[in-house]
């Protein structure tokens, strides 16, 4: 059974920085790529960076690029995403995703929230 379990979210001032994690089960976790997506209520869910299944390759959405760092440890089967120069814009409900090409659907966690305000 697939498991995503994000962890790390919380209140911060603007310019301030959070670490999120995503601990996954239930599946092959070094043989795929990962997402973080983030969501605003009455919004669409926003794609935020993937890492590729041996962290060769990494995206980031223009919004965030030059502020957040997606990781990955694939013996202890997490990715963490360093979230960097935190601006209020940034909040959201952050989800760690698997995508449908690694199982035919897509699998979520129950998500984090993020807040930043001062």
């Known amino acids: 059974q697939v498991q995503l379990v994000e962890s790390g979210g919380g209140l911060v001032e603007p310019g301030g920085s959070l670490t999120l994690s995503c601990a996954a089960a239930g599946f092959v976790f070094s043989s795929t790529l990962m997402n973080w997506y983030r969501q605003v209520p009455g919004k669409e869910r926003e794609w935020v960076a993937d890492?590729?299944?041996?962290?060769?390759?990494?995206n980031y959405a223009d919004s965030v690029k030059g502020r957040f760092t997606i990781s990955r440890d694939n013996i202890k089967n997490t990715v963490t995403l360093q979230m960097d120069n935190l601006k209020p814009e940034d909040t959201a409900v952050y989800y760690c995703?698997?995508?449908?090409?690694?199982?035919?659907?897509?699998?979520w966690g129950q998500g984090t929230q993020v807040t930043v305000s001062s």
């Open positions: 890492i590729s299944h041996a962290a060769r390759v990494r």
């Open positions: 995703n698997l995508p449908s090409s690694a199982l035919g659907r897509d699998y």
